[in-house]
């Protein structure tokens, strides 16, 4: 039953296998958590840098009056 499996295996893998192979998931995963921190601090200091009490009261007033 072994040999019907790997009659068909090839042990050299392809560039594709290759580079699954050579793919270390601790690297990855600690660039993918360096993105989403990024990320969050531009999103902290945008919401800090930008608050409703700098909106112009023209803009307000606009925005509260009905619409016609």
């Given at each position: 039953?072994?040999?019907?499996?790997?009659?068909?295996?090839?042990?050299?893998?392809?560039?594709?296998?290759?580079?699954?192979?050579?793919?270390?998931?601790?690297?990855?995963?600690?660039?993918?958590?360096?993105?989403?921190?990024?990320?969050?601090m531009?999103?902290?200091?945008?919401?800090?840098?930008?608050t409703?009490?700098?909106?112009?009261?023209a803009?307000?007033?606009?925005?509260?009056?009905?619409?016609?």
């Amino acid at each position: 039953m072994l040999d019907d499996l790997r009659k068909s295996h090839d042990s050299r893998p392809t560039d594709e296998e290759r580079s699954w192979l050579d793919f270390d998931p601790v690297a990855g995963a600690t660039r993918a958590l360096v993105v989403v921190g990024l990320a969050l601090m531009i999103g902290v200091v945008v919401s800090y840098s930008v608050t409703p009490e700098e909106i112009p009261r023209a803009v307000v007033s606009a925005l509260a009056a009905p619409a016609p």
